[in-house]
């Protein structure tokens, strides 16, 4: 396990709300509770739930965004996400989340994403590179400071019409100097459809931005096929497909961001040795060990490549490999994949 935290990580993965300190939601929970807008004792108890099926995770997350979304919280917990992957050393991160618009506390989607940003400007235990010009690593009394690259993806949660799916493209777009790199859809995989996000899916993907979709978390398979016929840059998840759309998958050789732990966790795979993790290891698929949501599964980066390397019996090699590989699938420029490389190619040699 210290080898996985010691080892440079890339995460392509991971909800900013889902990844919320459990000490943080309590402390926050606790003021809401003191101000009687919430009943502390419920909500302890489902926070400290420790496994839930993929319907009772969107209703937490119902709870998480009550705790969570208003400007100063917002820039708090993004400060503390990214200095928790630094500090088990994931060199690269794309954070996605979901802009919120909430009218009754001034928060328009724009301001929601400036929280964001504020709270990736308030970072301070390792230097941050955010937006496409760069950040040069400092130099404070002769060493050279931690680094970590963070860009962003916009979530659009199935629950949204094609209008708000549209505001969200153009918000990317428009924040594109600051790191936004890309779009997700996300959110409850049994609510919305497919047709009512496909406008702005596309509109984003001519516009160049990088699209990732949350695909087969149930087994929709007509859903999964569309899906796949768009050919988005990369797909998360992938657990319900029927032979036939796995083999369009294969083909197409669209990258997959998998989570083992939220996967096992939500009851999507029944087990792990039956996860698909293997077949698609052993096919050389593209692919990416990622945390999802790292608060609400309690889980890290280093506790799931631990777990890839006792579930599937893979060696300090084939994992440094797998994390350097996902350098591949990332959404930003050529430019910051040589400088990853080059922090792989540094970090093996110290590694043993
Ligand atoms: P946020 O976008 O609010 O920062 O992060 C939480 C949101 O991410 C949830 O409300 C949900 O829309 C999305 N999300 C987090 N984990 C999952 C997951 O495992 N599957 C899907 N489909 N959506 C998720």
Same mark, same amino acid.
């Given at each position: 396990?210290?080898?996985?935290?010691?080892?440079?990580?890339?995460?392509?993965?991971?909800?900013?709300?889902?990844?919320?300190?459990?000490?943080?939601?309590?402390?926050?929970?606790?003021?809401?509770?003191?101000?009687?807008?919430?009943?502390?004792?419920?909500?302890?108890?489902?926070?400290?739930?420790?496994?839930?099926?993929?319907?009772?995770?969107?209703?937490?997350?119902?709870?998480?965004?009550?705790?969570?979304?208003?400007?100063?919280?917002?820039?708090?917990?993004?400060?503390?996400?990214?200095?928790?992957?630094?500090?088990?050393?994931?060199?690269?991160?794309?954070?996605?989340?979901?802009?919120?618009?909430?009218?009754?506390?001034?928060?328009?989607?724009?301001?929601?994403?400036?929280?964001?940003?504020?709270?990736?400007?308030?970072?301070?235990?390792?230097?941050?590179?955010?937006?496409?010009?760069?950040?040069?690593?400092?130099?404070?009394?002769?060493?050279?400071?931690?680094?970590?690259?963070?860009?962003?993806?916009?979530?659009?949660?199935?629950?949204?019409?094609?209008?708000?799916?549209?505001?969200?493209?153009? +918000? *990317? @777009?428009?924040?594109? !100097?600051? =790191? $936004?790199?890309?779009?997700? #859809? /996300?959110?409850?995989?049994?609510?919305?459809?497919?047709?009512?996000?496909?406008?702005?899916?596309?509109?984003?993907?001519?516009?160049?931005?990088?699209?990732?979709?949350?695909?087969?978390?149930?087994?929709?398979?007509?859903?999964?096929?569309?899906?796949?016929?768009?050919?988005?840059?990369?797909?998360?998840?992938?657990?319900?497909?029927?032979?036939?759309?796995?083999?369009?998958?294969?083909?197409?050789?669209?990258?997959?961001?998998?989570?083992?732990?939220?996967?096992?966790?939500?009851?999507?795979?029944?087990?792990?040795?039956?996860?698909?993790?293997?077949?698609?290891?052993?096919?050389?698929?593209? +692919? *990416? @060990?990622?945390?999802? !949501?790292? =608060? $609400?599964?309690?889980?890290? #980066? /280093?506790?799931?490549?631990?777990?890839?390397?006792?579930?599937?019996?893979?060696?300090?090699?084939?994992?440094?490999?797998?994390?350097?590989?996902?350098?591949?699938?990332?959404?930003?420029?050529?430019?910051?994949?040589?400088?990853?490389?080059?922090?792989?190619?540094?970090?093996?040699?110290?590694?043993?």
């Amino acid at each position: 396990m210290e080898w996985c935290v010691s080892m440079p990580k890339v995460e392509l993965h991971a909800h900013l709300n889902g990844s919320v300190r459990n000490s943080t939601l309590f402390e926050l929970a606790r003021v809401l509770g003191e101000k009687g807008v919430i009943v502390f004792s419920d909500v302890e108890n489902v926070i400290m739930k420790d496994d839930r099926t993929l319907h009772e995770v969107f209703k937490l997350f119902d709870l998480i965004h009550i705790l969570t979304t208003d400007h100063s919280t917002i820039t708090r917990i993004t400060k503390e996400v990214i200095e928790d992957f630094a500090s088990e050393n994931v060199v690269y991160l794309e954070l996605r989340t979901t802009p919120k618009r909430n009218d009754s506390i001034g928060m328009s989607k724009r301001s929601y994403m400036d929280a964001v940003m504020e709270g990736l400007r308030a970072v301070s235990s390792v230097d941050v590179d955010y937006c496409p010009t760069g950040l040069k690593t400092d130099t404070v009394n002769g060493t050279t400071r931690k680094k970590i690259y963070v860009r962003f993806l916009l979530s659009i949660d199935r629950r949204e019409s094609t209008e708000a799916a549209m505001e969200t493209v153009k +918000l *990317a @777009l428009e924040m594109r !100097d600051l =790191g $936004v790199v890309g779009i997700d #859809l /996300s959110g409850n995989p049994i609510v919305g459809n497919w047709a009512t996000f496909l406008p702005a899916l596309k509109f984003a993907r001519e516009q160049g931005l990088y699209i990732t979709l949350h695909c087969g978390e149930v087994p929709n398979q007509e859903e999964i096929k569309a899906m796949i016929d768009f050919l988005p840059h990369r797909i998360g998840h992938a657990c319900c497909f029927d032979m036939e759309n796995w083999r369009r998958l294969k083909s197409a050789k669209i990258p997959v961001e998998i989570c083992l732990t939220s996967n096992i966790r939500t009851e999507t795979i029944s087990s792990i040795d039956i996860h698909h993790f293997v077949d698609l290891y052993k096919a050389k698929h593209p +692919l *990416a @060990l990622c945390t999802d !949501d790292f =608060g $609400v599964f309690s889980t890290s #980066l /280093s506790r799931e490549y631990g777990l890839a390397a006792s579930a599937f019996s893979l060696g300090k090699t084939e994992m440094f490999q797998l994390a350097e590989n996902a350098i591949d699938f990332i959404f930003a420029d050529d430019g910051v994949k040589e400088d990853l490389r080059a922090t792989f190619e540094a970090a093996v040699e110290k590694l043993d």
